[in-house]
Nanobody, 127 residues
Framework: QVQLVESGGGSVQAGGSLRVSCAAS???????MAWFRQAPGKEREGVAG????????RYADSVKGRFTISQDNAKNTLYLQMHSLKPGDPAMYYC?????????????????????WGQGTQVTVSS
């Protein structure tokens, strides 16, 4: 059974930094994985995706240059490092995995491309 467990959320001041983690029960090597977020009353949106086999990444325009997605295959853990946090960033942040052999999800950041989800970790930003 695939399990994804997020951690590291919390409250940070605007302009600050935070790193959230996602511990996977499967190997993160050569996987398509991503971070999504969902704010109250809004749809879940893709934030960053990665193909861990080659390190290719894709970011939503709203976070480009501020967020970095990475993985530690030795720990089977996915990370999202967030800098310069803004009032528009607070949300529940979810880790997702697309385990298909040909997995486009890391580039599409489409919800429907991901079959496995964590329970989320809350990020809040105070002004």
């Amino acid at each position: 059974q695939v399990q994804l467990v997020e951690s590291g959320g919390g409250s940070v001041q605007a302009g600050g930094s935070l790193r959230v983690s996602c511990a996977a029960s499967i190997s993160t090597s050569s996987r398509c994985m991503a971070w999504f977020r969902q704010a109250p009353g809004k749809e879940r949106e893709g934030v960053a995706g990665i193909y861990t086999g080659g390190g290719s990444t894709r970011y939503a325009d709203s976070v480009k240059g501020r967020f970095t997605i990475s993985q530690d295959n030795a720990k089977n853990t996915l990370y999202l490092q967030m800098h310069s946090l803004k009032p528009g960033d607070p949300a529940m942040y979810y880790c997702a995995a697309d385990l298909r052999l040909r997995c486009p999800g890391w580039a599409t950041l489409r919800l429907t491309d991901f079959g496995y989800w964590g329970q989320g970790t809350q990020v809040t930003v105070s002004s």
